[in-house]
């Protein structure tokens, strides 16, 4: 009987360690990315109602607000002594009674004020917040409701944090006058951006970001990254205010610098050396009520 002999080369053992190695390598990053999703998207928290407009000493009217696409979002109106109206658009993980403490020095100055739950996010429908990518509709919900229920006349957006780039969006759709001004409180530029801040960085996912943004848009189906990027659309916006504190980890400051660079005459940056994110109106209130409301006055027709 003739004995055969399987000889194996070094070479064809180094390139079978190398598959190996490549094939873990794809499955931890893989698991790596899908974890990461995970809890930034599909199991985040939605936030919960803490507060009311009575324990701020606003009077409010609770409604449905529904949305072009068919949502029901849990709001709030609260009632001014005016014809102009400004849209509250809170962020990331919050709920609507987040942003109440920014209502009562722009209510006593005649404002009506419409607070909602974005898509995703406490009480109202939806199953993803995703960064506020669909924000843009609750936000033009809100609008609509203003002029065609509530009869007001000037139009504002108010966003704070994710919702601040979210209202951005927004108005540059929608030109002044039909939005007259947007106060953005530490908005990101985009998602790239806004990963790059101390709190969220992850070298490892940094180096992978497209690949990131790739399998979010494989389990979403549309595109998180372009739909929330606000630097593709800020040259179309004007009369807008920029605030962020310097110590912002969250969302560093050099985000609305950049806005504010791109964006369009009247506009104004406002950086507090020292205050955290979202920080500015508990550490400054009485000057962020008079910046705000100059603004406002000096850009309503």
């Known amino acids: 009987m003739i004995k055969s002999t399987l000889l194996v080369s070094p070479i064809s053992i180094g390139l079978a360690v190398i598959a190996v190695l490549l094939l873990g390598a794809g499955g931890f990053i893989g698991y790596t990315i899908n974890k990461r999703l995970d809890e930034d ?35 709030w109106w ?5 014809n102009d109206g400004i849209v509250m658009a809170p962020g990331y993980t919050d709920s609507m009674s987040i942003i109440l403490k ?18 995703g996010q406490s009480e109202s429908e939806g199953e993803l917040y995703a960064f506020g990518a669909f924000q843009k509709l609750d936000i033009e919900a809100g609008m609509k409701h203003m002029r065609e229920v509530r009869g007001m006349e000037n139009v504002a957006l108010f966003g704070h944090s994710n919702g601040a780039s979210a209202a951005l969006i ?15 409180d530490s908005a990101f530029a985009n998602l790239k951006l806004a990963s790059q801040s101390p709190e969220y960085t992850d070298p490892f996912l940094e180096a992978l970001f497209p690949m990131y943004t790739w399998v979010a848009q494989l389990r979403l189906g549309f595109d998180v990254f372009d ?29 609305s610098e950049l806005l504010y660079e791109l964006a369009q005459e009247p506009k104004e940056l406002w950086l507090l050396e020292g205050v955290e994110h979202v920080q500015s109106i508990d550490t400054e209130p009485d ?12 850009v309503k027709p």
């Not at 927004?170 to 939005?179: F, K, L, S, W």
């Open 41 to 75: 998207i599909f199991f985040q928290p939605r936030g919960e109602i803490v507060e009311t407009p009575v324990d701020y000493g606003m009077d409010h009217e609770t409604f449905l607000l529904e949305t072009e696409d068919g949502l029901k979002l849990n709001a």
């Open 170 to 184: 927004t108005a540059a759709d929608h030109p002044y006058p039909e939005v007259f001004a947007v106060i953005s």
């Open 287 to 298: 000057l962020y009520a008079e910046k705000v409301l100059n603004f406002l006055n000096s």
């Open 227 to 255: 739909k929330t990027n606000v630097l593709t659309v800020i040259e179309q916006v004007s009369h807008a205010i920029f605030i962020h504190g310097t110590a912002d980890e969250g969302i560093t400051y050099n985000n």
């Open 102 to 119: 920014y209502g009562p020095f722009l209510n006593q100055a005649g404002y009506n004020l419409l607070f909602f739950d974005p898509r």
């Open 78 to 82: 609260v009632p001014g002594t005016s």
